[in-house]
Nanobody, 125 residues
């Protein structure tokens, strides 16, 4: 069992940057693929970024160029750096962990077993 806790969200103005963190606890001795998803009010949850256990990354096409996903294995923490934020980036951002040891970073939410509670990101215009 793995517990995930996101942090770093908040209210920012358009054009600002944020770095979200996802701290893992519990059975962190195993390797996991990690992902970030988001859900805006009235919309379905969508893929944002992911990193496989091997370190390969994937980004949503619409967000590519503004995001960087990284991980610090010593701290059991995954980060999502977001630049040039826009009002349409407003959403709850979720961190997820997948025990599947795929080389390719997973974009499908169904491939993730463990989820955090989410952190709210609000971007004002």
């Amino acid at each position: 069992q793995v517990q995930l806790v996101e942090s770093g969200g908040g209210l920012v103005q358009a054009g600002a940057s944020l770095r979200l963190s996802c701290a893992a606890s519990g059975r962190t001795d195993s390797s996991y693929g990690m992902g970030w998803f988001r859900q805006a009010p009235g919309k379905e949850r969508e893929f944002v970024a992911a990193m496989s256990w091997r370190g390969t990354t994937a980004y949503a096409d619409s967000l590519k160029g503004r995001l960087t996903i990284s991980r610090d294995n010593a701290r059991n923490t995954v980060y999502l750096k977001m630049n040039s934020l826009k009002p349409e980036d407003t959403a709850v951002y979720y961190c997820a962990a997948s025990p599947a040891l795929t080389v390719v970073a997973r974009r499908d939410s169904g491939g993730y077993r463990y989820w955090g509670q989410g952190t709210q990101v609000t971007v004002s215009s």
